[in-house]
C-alpha cells in the first residue's frame, strides 16, 4: 500500500492542464505518435494468425465451441455496428467507481469495442467496453435522469456545462442513435426501488453475501450498495442476477450474512431492528427471480478478453464452472494465467465473435510457430506478442519482462494503479461530492445518523468475521479479479500482504 514515491510519481505524471481556451491538454507524451514503440511481434505468428481458423483447430483438437444460446444479448454476436467515433464524448460509468458518472470520450475503437478516456486525467485509467454496453450514456442523460456527472479534472463543478465544453473545446458529442436502446429487456418492477434493502452477493469476494442497498436504477439494473462499505464494491445487475436475494436469504439457506460494516454485534445480526433503526424497507422477496443456469461447460472454447491486457481478445477455454462463474484458460497459455469470471460478463463471446465485430483475434500461442530472428528485440514471457504495457495505453508496446503485462515481475505487483478519485482528493478537489448520494442513502449509522463512509479494503476490516465463519473461507482469486482496465492488470491493495494472482492457485 505505501508507495514511497508517490508523490514523484504523481508530480511526473500530471503532465495534463488547461490550454488557453480552457480546454484540457493531454500530457505532451501521451500525444506523442505511437509508432515509434510498435512491438516487434515474432513474424511468423502474423502468418499462423491469418492461417488460423476455428473450425480447424476445434477439429484438430477435437473441442467444441460454447453454444451461441448460452450467451446474452451483451456478449453474443451485435445487431448494430459499432458507429463511434474517436473523440466523441459521451456520458459513463467509471468501472472501478460504479455508482459515478463521468465524462468519457472515445480514445479508440476496434470492432465492436471501444476504449474510453476519462476527460482530464491520465490514460492509464482508461477501460476497454463494448460499444452496446448499458453502461454508457449520451451527453445530457445525467441531467436528464438527474444523475451527478463527475466533470473532467481541473473544472468547476458549479461552472460545468456540456455545450459550452464541447464548443470551447471543439468537441463532438457521440450521436445518441449510437446508444443501445435497453428498454426491450423490459421494464425493472416497481418493487424495486432505490433505497431497499436486499442481501447480496461481494463479487469481489463471491463467498461473502452481505447486507446492501438498492443504491440506484437505471433502465433494467439495479446498483447495488453494501451497507457502510466505500462505492469500489459496488456493482450493476438485473434483477433476475443470481447475486442478488431477498432479506432473510442467508437464514433460509443456512449461509452467513454478513452484517454491515461497524454493526454492534454482527453475529448477532437482525433484519427487523435492521430496517426499523435505518427506517427501510426489504425488497419483496416475491419479486425476485432467478436466472436458469448459465450452461457454460469445462472444455468448451469461446474468445474473451484478456483482462490483463485488456485489448485484446483470445481463443479461450472453459476448464471449471460454478453456480454463477466460469473459469478461463487461454489456449496455449501457462495455467497461472487462468482466472474465473462472472458467467454474464460481457467480456466474453461465441466463437466467430472477433471475425464479425472486425476484431483481431489472438490465436492460441504454440512455441513450434515462433521464431526469433538474430538481433530482433522481443518479449521473454511465452505466448507474449509485445502487445500493451503494464503502465497502460500511453506505450503500445514492450519489449522485455518490466513492461509485460504477463512477467512473473508484473504478476507479483499488488497494485498497478492507484485510485483516480483519490488522486483528485490528493489534487486538492476535496470539494467533490460525487460519492454524496450513495452515503446518504446508504451510510447511515445504527441510530439513524450519518456516518463517514470508511474506505479501507474490506477483507482487512472482516478479519474477525471471517474468523467466526471457519469453513466458509474467503476467496481470494476474486480479490485479483481486477477490472479491465487499459494499464492491464490491477490488483486489490492489501496493505502489508504480497499474495499474486497465483499465490492461490496452489490452494
Ligand atoms: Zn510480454
Known amino acids: 500500500m505505501k508507495q514511497p514515491n508517490r508523490k514523484r510519481k504523481l508530480s511526473m505524471d500530471s503532465k495534463e492542464h488547461l490550454n488557453q481556451d480552457g480546454c484540457l491538454e493531454q500530457a505532451e507524451e501521451e500525444k506523442k505518435p505511437r509508432d515509434g514503440a510498435t512491438p516487434l511481434s515474432h513474424v511468423p505468428s502474423v502468418a499462423a494468425q491469418e492461417a488460423w481458423s476455428w473450425e480447424q483447430y476445434l477439429t484438430e483438437q477435437k473441442a467444441i465451441a460454447a453454444p451461441v444460446e448460452l450467451f446474452s444479448k451483451d456478449q453474443s454476436f451485435p445487431e448494430h455496428e459499432n458507429g463511434f467515433q474517436v473523440g466523441m464524448r459521451l456520458e459513463g460509468i467509471d468501472p472501478r467507481h460504479p455508482s459515478v458518472f463521468c465524462v468519457l470520450s472515445v480514445a479508440e475503437v476496434c470492432g465492436y469495442r471501444l476504449r474510453l478516456h476519462f476527460d482530464g486525467y491520465l490514460s492509464c485509467y482508461d477501460f476497454w467496453t463494448n460499444a452496446g454496453s448499458p453502461d454508457i450514456h449520451p451527453v445530457g442523460w445525467c441531467e436528464k435522469t438527474k444523475h451527478e456527472l463527475h466533470i473532467p479534472k481541473g473544472y468547476r463543478k458549479d461552472k460545468f456545462v456540456w455545450m459550452d465544453y464541447l464548443k470551447a473545446c471543439k468537441l463532438q458529442n457521440a450521436p445518441k442513435k449510437l446508444f443501445r436502446n435497453r428498454s426491450s429487456n423490459g421494464p425493472m418492477p416497481k418493487e424495486f426501488q432505490v433505497g431497499m434493502k436486499l442481501e447480496a452477493v461481494d463479487r469481489k469476494n463471491p463467498s461473502l453475501v452481505c447486507v446492501a442497498t438498492i443504491a440506484d436504477i437505471v433502465e433494467d439494473r439495479l446498483l447495488v450498495h453494501f451497507d457502510n462499505w466505500d462505492d469500489s464494491y459496488d456493482y450493476w445487475c438485473d434483477v433476475n442476477s443470481p447475486y442478488v436475494q431477498p432479506v432473510g436469504w442467508c437464514q433460509e439457506n443456512g449461509r452467513t450474512l454478513i452484517a454491515p460494516q461497524g454493526y454492534p454485534d454482527p453475529e448477532n445480526f437482525s433484519w427487523t431492528e435492521y430496517l426499523e433503526a435505518t427506517q427501510t424497507n426489504a425488497v419483496p422477496a416475491k419479486v425476485f427471480k432467478m436466472r436458469p443456469p448459465h450452461g457454460f461447460l469445462p472444455s468448451m472454447r469461446l474468445e474473451a478478453v484478456d483482462r490483463r491486457n485488456p485489448r485484446l481478445i ?194
Open 314 to 507: 483470445r481463443v479461450a477455454t472453459v476448464i471449471d464452472v460454478d453456480e454463477q462463474r466460469l473459469k478461463v484458460h487461454f489456449d496455449g497459455w501457462d495455467h497461472k494465467y487462468d482466472y474465473w469470471m462472472d458467467a454474464d460478463s460481457p467480456d466474453i463471446h461465441p466463437i466467430g465473435w472477433c471475425d464479425i465485430t472486425g476484431h483481431p483475434l489472438e490465436i492460441p500461442y504454440r512455441a513450434n510457430d515462433v521464431k526469433i530472428l538474430p538481433g530482433q528485440a522481443v518479449c521473454p514471457t511465452p505466448g507474449c506478442r509485445g502487445i500493451g504495457h503494464i503502465r497502460g495505453p500511453r506505450y503500445s508496446g514492450h519489449h522485455s519482462a518490466f513492461g509485460c503485462p504477463y512477467s512473473d515481475m508484473n504478476l507479483k505487483k499488488e497494485a498497478t494503479l492507484h485510485d483516480r478519485l483519490r488522486e483528485q482528493t490528493q489534487a486538492n478537489l476535496e470539494s467533490d461530492s460525487s460519492h454524496s448520494r450513495s452515503k446518504n442513502l446508504c451510510s447511515l449509522n445504527f441510530n439513524g445518523k450519518h456516518e463517514k463512509v470508511n474506505s479501507q479494503p474490506r477483507l482487512v476490516q472482516q478479519a474477525k468475521c471471517l474468523k467466526i465463519k471457519g469453513k466458509e473461507d474467503i476467496d481470494l482469486d476474486n480479490l485479483f479479479r481486477g477490472l479491465s482496465v487499459a494499464g492491464g492488470w490491477v490488483g486489490c491493495r492489501l496493505p502489508g500482504a504480497s499474495l499474486s494472482p497465483r499465490q492461490h492457485e496452489s490452494r
